[in-house]
């Protein structure tokens, strides 16, 4: 394994990097820039197998080891930025009005770029490296899309990786664990439809705003009463719309919101329990309901064995102390969770120092970081194709 001083002198490069993306944010499938600025910098580095045009921007490189045969590992990396207007005041902030790399997606492909290069300059290991450098992971589906598009078959990946920045955590130290790593993602809206009218005569009317306040109570009543008060789980309604005029009683109200869970049958509970709520609430005064429930991100769920690989990656790069395998599980979602269905693999976090939260106009990836982000990527690649 080896230690961070061996990443030092990439730093400097890679940050210029990471400016060059920072400064030029794309969003979602349109990453033409962005994708061009890595293919070249691939290529530059002598790496002779590049595909790109997967998911419509997306990339896989791969590299090949010079101690033998060996099997292929992927290693992922989102590049899209999100439709945020930035507040940082950095001399690379965005020259992208309304668009800003606020979730470190920036510092993640320049980290893998950096490990690109280190890899193709020493190709100590056995078997092949997959770079797979994803767009539209903030919404879109880009992973999933890129599993569909079959890149775990073509390209013979048969363990596949990931890495995430996290504010709050100090730089240079990680954190994993394995089973439910991040929550999954469900959106659901409702349409209460009741009988508008005179505001003067609600006793002619079926009011959706009243009801609609009553589903609300209800949800939370779910997470605090139907659910095993161990598992993870939340409900939050955080859209509603209902009438245009102060003394008009709407026809309809709308009720959106997501949910977010850690275990793998609470989706499912969701969407029957969600509905039938909504419902006994509703038909009680009168109303109906219209529903529409999607699942999107799967649950992200670290494979055992890989967890212990990445664990031992992290360690020999910053110490036994400098990483906790036993960190507990974030609500937040992660489509890297479709290529852990489709192979076994883990995802880690990497120290962001105490930076603004992610998707906050304020946050930027701390270059301090860079090193560690591409010392485990090296470490993890030597430690699984080991000759």
Known sequence: MRGIGAFKELTEEVEQWRHHLHEHPELEYALHETAKFVSEKLASFGINYIETGIAETGIVALIQGELGEGPTIGLRADMDALPIIEESDKPWSSKVAGKMHGCGHDGHTA????????LAK???????????????????????RMVEEGVMDRFGISRVFGMH??????VGKFMICSGAIQGGVNDFDLIVKGKGGHASTPHHNID??????????GLQALVARCVDPREAFVISVTKMHAGDAYNIVPQTAEISGTVRCIEPHLPGFAEKAILD????IASGFGAEVEFKYRQLDPITVNHQAETALAVEAARGLVGYHAVDDRMKPGMGAEDFGYMLQARP????????????????????????????GIGYWVNLVEGVLAA
């Open 122 to 144: 020493t190709r100590n290991f056995k078997g092949t490296v997959a770079l797979i450098f994803q767009p539209a992971e903030e919404s879109g589906g880009g992973g999933q």
């Open 208 to 217: 959706p705003i009243v009801i609609g306040a009553q589903i609300i109570l």
């Open 277 to 280: 709520v909504a419902r006994g």
């Open 165 to 170: 920045n996290y504010p709050g955590l100090d």
């Open 111 to 118: 980290m893998l770029l950096g490990a690109a290069k280190y």
């Open 345 to 372: 693999g883990a995802y880690i976090f990497l120290g962001n120092g105490s930076t603004p939260s992610v998707h906050n106009p304020a946050y930027d990836f701390d270059d301090g970081a860079l090193p560690y």
